[in-house]
């Protein structure tokens, strides 16, 4: 069992920057891989960025690359998504999830296992 607290979400202006952390308890952390994705009013939830258990691999989508970045530290239990140039379209709620396959870096959210409760972003123009 894991259990994932996010942390950081918050109101910016756009253009802006904020890091998102995730909590995870339990002593397995290290082997699994790591996602974030998001989810708009009104809106599916989407893949936002995801992590392989030692940090090797990382994917993101499309929409932003270029101005998020993932990162994890083992030793702290912790995942981050470092989320730069902000845009009102990033508003979402972002949720972190965990893939028991160590390897994997997928966009799937039916390959994650635990997700945590959410923490809110919103960008104002």
């Known amino acids: 069992q894991v259990q994932l607290v996010e942390s950081g979400g918050g109101l910016v202006q756009a253009g802006g920057s904020l890091r998102l952390s995730c909590a995870a308890s339990g002593r397995t952390f290290s082997t699994y891989a790591m996602g974030w994705f998001r989810q708009a009013p009104g809106k599916e939830r989407e893949f936002v960025a995801a992590?392989?258990?030692?940090?090797?691999?990382?994917d993101f989508a499309d929409s932003v690359k270029g101005r998020f970045t993932i990162s994890r530290d083992n030793a702290k239990n912790t995942v981050y998504l470092q989320m730069n140039s902000l845009k009102p379209e990033d508003t979402a709620d972002y949720y972190c999830?965990?893939?028991?396959?160590?390897?994997?870096?997928?966009?799937?959210?039916?390959?994650?296992?635990?997700w945590g409760q959410g923490t809110q972003v919103t960008v104002s123009s």
């Open positions: 999830a965990a893939d028991s396959r160590c390897w994997v870096v997928t966009g799937n959210s039916n390959s994650y296992d635990y």
């Open positions: 992590i392989s258990c030692r940090g090797r691999n990382t």
